[in-house]
Structures are given as C-alpha cells and as structure tokens.
C-alpha cells in the first residue's frame, strides 16, 4: 500500500492542468458499448476508476488500445456480457452504469451489485425505479441478494419521474433509453456537468436528446448509434479542490484547461471568502458546448469565514467540493458553517484534521462549524474516500512540519499523477511504500 509524505509550509506557484473529468469519462466509456463501430476518446483522466471501466469492458471482448496517455480507441463490436469480471464490478460504485447501457443494447442482463467509495448509504432505488419505469424488470438472485437479472420485457412509460436528483441514476435512464422504441421524457433529471458531457457524448454518435442542462430530458431512439471521436471535458471538481489549494496554502498559481462555467455558484463562494480569481478564456474549444480556459488563482489575502455552505443539485455547490473547501476555512478567520446534507458517513476526514489542529465542532451527522483561523500541524493521517483523500493532501500542504497521508489509493482513484503535478509546482511530497 503507498502514502504519501509531504512537507508542509511551503507556498506553491506556477501551473498546473485540469485532467478530463473522472465523472464524465466513466458514464462515456459505459456508453462507448450502445455502438458496435469504433470510437476514440481524448482527455481521458489516467486513473484507477477508468482504468477498471475499461478492464470490465476488455472481460466481455471490447477492443481498448491506448493511444497516448490520454486517449483511448475502444472497439465493442464483439461482446459478451455473461463474461463481465463481477469482482471489478464488485470494486467501484460507477460499474453501476453498465447496467444501463448494457441492458440498452442486450435487452438482458446478469449482474453484481457495485462497490465504490464507503461515504454513507448510497440506495440503488432511484435507479431501479427508474429501470422499472423503462420497462425493465429486476430480479435479484435468490441464493445471493447481491446478483441481479434485468429484463427489458414491457414498453417504456412516456414520461418517467425520477425518485430524486441522482447522478447515475439519470445516466442510467439516458443510457437505457437512446436505443429505445419511442420517446421518453426523464423529470427530476440530474442536470451536473457530467450528465452533460455524456449527452453531448450521445449525441455526437446520432442520438436524440433534448433538454440538455436541464432537469428534463427527451429521448427519442434510434437505432443504432455510429462511431466516432469525443473530448471529454476538463474536471470541475479538480478544478475547485485546486481553488481551494491556493486559498489553503497561501498560494498563486495558474489553473490550466479549465470550463469555469461548470462552476459559476462555487466561484463565487471563493470570492466571497476574499479569494483572487482572474479568468482568462481561450480561443481553443473542446467542442462547441463550453469554452476552456485557465484561472489565475491568488491565496496571499486573509481568508473570511463562510457565513454558510450547502452543497446542493448542480448548478448548486457540488458535493464533492465541500471537503476541499473545509480545510480552507480552517486557515480563515471567524466562525464557517458546512452542511453537507447529500451523504451521511462523509466526516471521517474531520478527524484527520483535528489531528493536526483544526478547531472544528461535528453538530450532526451532515454538519460541521469550521472556527479559524487555525495552525496546522503534521500528522500521519489517512484517506478514507476519494475526495477526503485530496483534501488532506492540501491539509498537509497547509501545515507546518511532514505528514503522511495514507491509503492514497483512494487519491489515485480520481486524480492523474496528483503528486508529480503538485511537485511541478513546488510542493514537497514523494510517494512511499509502506
């Protein structure tokens, strides 16, 4: 297992690139099996959780060759999905996906139930409503509660109301839907920049769908989809965690290909906190949807408290981005209250932090009171999910001695070569062995 050991106190400078979304890459590379003709993505992030989608893809007979260390041909004109490795389904949370466009393109389908991120309960029912609604019976396994049979048996409903604002439950409905007979309209659809990005993705391969961006969503099916080649869009998420490095560790430095439209609310709750932001647009375009761009970003200021933080459904605050933005307000002044209400179980990092100083009270279960400003102090301290893992690395950034950060699986799960990138820029971390 690695770690990661950093030298704190340190101020960071230069650039640094926004990977492709790991968000968006994993529903596309699901969605890349509803075509049976060649396509090739770019900008796709070289992590863990692709690196599995793709291994799951090459157990049914998908053809992947990497073209570079960004770019991916996949060939699934030859599948056969009773032969899907259920042990990496099994591994991540995004497998889940498969399901819809599996069961799009099959009609039928034997699967596990998926893993991924321990960060509270995480109900399959939005997606299993909305399976339902599409015509698609659900029948669990009964020697093993954790094996399902899907069945598309019975025409899709018009217009199906999601049970709640769910990002691959959306996804989900979307990819079970553009190979289908008919129109469907999808209510209560998630509207995140990487729902988008996977409709754009569709679309570019001859689906139909109108809405996109919004919470509804109107399908109508074709028959078959065509090849093709796509760019996935930069991470909104990488995007925010590194606003929130340079606020945390009093640094500036240049945010490379970036889409600063995807975060219009987040960006202004840095400014609010006294943050520099200055926006410069480029005349290169991924595709004709958002315009790329890079941010200059300045942390030299003294950082204000946040009266108070909610993430919400895009383009709310994003979930994802409430940890990194945490332990920035520990290093501002005066009293910052943080409500994540989307997951329960995702504090374990408060822990971590208060390890190395971090005056923070849990109320409840989904609320913290961050009171600043704080010194923070080296520790060993560990990555208990995805985006916990990120922000201790800013944690032991911000602090003054060495840290050790551990289980930085979880970390490479979701960030392309994070700590040779953070090293470009100044930072003094090295990858161990343990």
Not at 75 to 100: E, F, H, T
Not at 296 to 315: R, T
């Amino acid at each position: 297992m690695s770690s990661f050991i950093i030298q704190g106190g340190n101020s960071l400078h230069g650039s640094i690139k926004v990977a492709g979304s790991k968000n968006a890459a994993t529903p596309i590379i699901a969605a890349t099996l509803l075509s049976k003709e060649e396509i090739i993505l770019h900008n796709v992030p070289l992590i863990e959780d692709v690196k599995k989608m793709l291994q799951i893809l090459v157990s049914m007979g998908s053809k992947v060759v990497w073209m570079d260390s960004n770019s991916v041909k996949i060939d699934n004109a030859n599948l056969d999905p009773n032969q899907m490795d259920m042990k990496l389904v099994s591994a991540m949370r995004s497998s889940i996906l498969l399901m819809g466009s599996l069961v799009g393109r099959f009609g039928r389908l034997n699967t596990k139930e998926p893993g991924g991120c321990q960060i509270g309960s995480r109900s399959l029912d939005a997606h299993f409503i909305g399976f339902k609604k599409l015509g698609i019976d659900i029948f669990r396994d009964k020697d093993n509660d954790k094996y399902y049979t899907l069945e598309k048996k019975h025409p899709a409903e018009e217009e199906i109301n999601l049970s709640e604002f769910s990002v691959t439950g959306t996804e989900n409905m979307i990819l079970a839907s553009v190979l289908n007979q008919g129109k469907v309209k999808i209510n209560i659809a998630a509207a995140e920049p990487s729902v988008q990005d996977l409709c754009w993705f569709l679309v570019s391969l001859g689906a139909e769908i109108e809405g996109i961006g919004t919470n509804f969503l109107t399908i109508t099916g074709v028959n078959k989809l065509r090849g093709g080649s796509y760019y996935v869009m930069p991470d909104p998420i990488e995007t925010g965690t590194f606003i929130s490095l340079a606020g945390a560790t009093k640094s500036e430095f240049v945010i490379e290909n970036t889409a600063p439209e995807f975060l219009t609310l987040a960006i202004e709750k840095y400014k609010e906190v006294g943050l520099k932001l200055d926006i410069e647009y480029l005349d290169l375009q991924a595709n004709k949807n958002y315009k790329l761009a890079n941010i200059k970003v300045s942390g030299k200021v003294e950082l204000k408290a946040i009266k108070k933080l909610h993430d919400m459904p895009y383009p709310g605050f994003a979930a994802d981005l409430i940890q990194p933005f945490t332990v920035m307000m520990t290093q501002a002044k005066g009293t910052s209250l943080i409500h994540d209400w989307m997951y329960d179980g995702r504090l374990k990092y408060v822990a971590e932090l208060q390890k190395m100083g971090a005056d923070i009270v849990v109320s409840d279960p989904h609320r913290i009171v961050v009171i600043g400003s704080a010194p923070l102090f080296g520790k060993e301290i560990t990555s208990f999910d995805l985006r916990a893992g990120a922000t201790l690395i800013i944690a032991a950034l911000a602090a003054s001695g060495e840290s050790k950060v551990t289980n930085i699986y979880q970390v490479d799960r979701g960030y392309q070569e994070l700590d040779l990138r953070l090293s470009k820029m100044g930072a003094k971390i090295k990858r161990v062995e343990d």
